[in-house]
């Protein structure tokens, strides 16, 4: 039977290419003394095997694709921990230490997912696996490796049984003695409100994600903060408006995704964790002595947000957002330009002419479907968000639906998006860019499909879910141990 659809996994351990057998027909190796190595079949598989181990650098070639740089040599790293289908570890590339990697988990039938370290932290990761793998029918063999290397992490040869663990042997974790209850406090004044409030949505997601790796988790409006008589073992406040007051015999954590600038200095010591959406102000939080900090950028809800390939998309930009009593300068610029644009959002009355806005509001449920059908999303930030480095969270839900994106500058973006997102800095070079996306949208359509793999790796909320998970393990042990 013919393969479905032809592969190459970057990942050359002793010696030996992982590939479709349609792939397979067509690569070759070249060394670094410019020399090619006889390629020997293994059995039908599309696995070839360098015939003579390599002690050097090499490239794979393939007809029709960029060559594969593999780096021989010099990497390090480890699977911690495997919880259903969460897996944390580190690796470094020893050669380059500041250098993120990405962590592939793959079969002989291609790579099943993707996560990305942080080597500011080690080189720390998460990986999510798909249901595909974790609830597979029959026993599932899987391979953690660093893409560009021939290596493959210790401990990175895991088995998934049906419903079960992963036979490997592992350093796990201890999770807390009993299942705790999260909080989620948002500053959304009440559920009547909810549905209009980006927090609501975003922390929903979250509650649902921390259900899939087996937490409790509820959200409380700001008019419930205080009001809950359930249990509540851990507050996670998604920082907005209000301070919380918090109660220091439970656990405690702050996610900060914006504003920065409205926290004042003594709020930090309420709690035990403070999570950050930013590599920036992480940095800065930490020279002022805040002493437990970690980056936690925003994210998207990938049971909502998903790429579809046969959407049909219309030729048009769009912006979806309320007016903040201001002239936003993209629907400024759009206006002034005559740029196609389909305007969704509130408070446009006596700013724009009449006519001008879509729609006043778009349901959360709905942003999917609109975000992909159009040939390009536009975005700003806040200016302290802007400075300090929040990435808004629409390039994260816009990514996940593969829709090209054109944003403000903002400190960090390619730090976590490489080039996949367009900047535009003034309005020559934002009409600039628009018009030759609608004009010929397939490079763009291209990189967004790689910014939507960038976050199916390392930006969705079962990542955030399964990492904030982990800190109140720690945090729990911890007490456990001073009290």
Not at 94 to 119: D, M
Not at 434 to 443: R, V
């Amino acid at each position: 039977m013919a393969d479905a659809e032809p592969f190459l996994v970057p990942v050359v351990r002793d010696g030996i290419i992982v590939a479709s057998r349609a792939a397979a027909k067509d690569i070759s190796v070249t060394l670094a003394d410019g020399s090619s190595p006889v390629l020997l079949a293994i059995g039908q598989t599309g696995q070839l095997l360098i015939e003579q181990l390599p002690d050097s650098d090499l490239r794979v070639m393939q007809a029709g694709a960029a060559p594969l740089a593999i780096q021989v040599g010099g990497w390090s790293g480890r699977v911690d921990r495997v919880q259903g289908g969460v897996i944390t570890g580190w690796a470094r590339n020893l050669r380059r230490p500041g250098q993120n990697l990405a962590i592939l988990a793959y079969t002989q039938t291609g790579v099943k997912a993707v996560a990305t370290t942080c080597a500011a932290e080690g080189g720390r990761f998460l990986m999510v696996l798909p249901p595909q793998v974790t609830g597979a029918g029959s026993a599932s063999a899987l391979t953690l490796g660093i893409a560009g290397s021939d290596y493959v992490l210790e401990g990175g040869e895991l088995v998934f049984q049906p419903r079960h663990r992963p036979a490997a042997a592992l350093c796990l974790t201890p999770r807390p003695l009993q299942d705790m209850a999260i909080r989620i406090k948002i500053s959304t004044p009440s559920l009547k409100e909810a549905p209009m409030w980006g927090d609501f949505h975003f922390a929903n997601s979250l509650a649902a994600a921390f259900e899939r790796v087996g937490q409790q988790a509820t959200v409380d409006t700001a008019d419930m903060w205080y009001q809950q008589s359930q249990q509540e073992d851990v507050v996670l406040s998604i920082r907005g408006r209000h301070r919380v007051k918090v109660d220091r015999s439970k656990i405690n954590i702050m996610w900060i995704i914006s504003h920065p600038d409205r926290i004042p200095e003594d709020e930090y010591t309420d709690y035990d964790h403070i999570a950050v959406a930013s590599d920036v102000y992480a940095e800065i939080l930490r020279a002022k002595g805040v002493p437990s900090v970690s980056v936690l950028h925003q994210a998207a809800d990938a049971t909502l947000f998903k790429s579809d390939p046969t959407r049909v998309r219309k030729a048009s930009s769009l912006f979806v957002g309320n007016s903040r009593r201001e002239y936003r300068t993209m629907v400024k610029w759009c206006i002034q330009k005559q740029i196609a644009l389909d305007l969704y959002g509130g408070g446009w009355e006596g700013i724009l002419p009449q006519g001008s806005v879509r729609g006043t509001s778009v349901a959360n449920a709905d942003l999917p479907r609109l975000y992909g059908a159009h040939l390009i999303l536009l975005n700003d930030h806040w200016d302290s968000m802007r400075e300090f480095g929040f990435l808004s969270n629409r390039l994260f839900d816009g990514s996940a639906v593969a829709t090209p994106l054109l944003t403000d500058p903002v400190v960090g973006l390619a730090d976590v998006f490489g080039d996949t997102i367009s900047v535009a800095a003034d309005i020559d070079q934002f009409a600039a860019i628009i018009e030759d996306c609608l004009d010929a949208p397939t490079p763009y359509l291209e990189r967004a499909m790689r910014a939507h793999d960038i976050v199916q790796a390392a930006h969705t909320f079962d990542h955030r879910a399964a990492e904030l998970a982990r800190i109140i393990d720690v945090i729990a042990a911890r007490k456990r141990l001073t009290y």
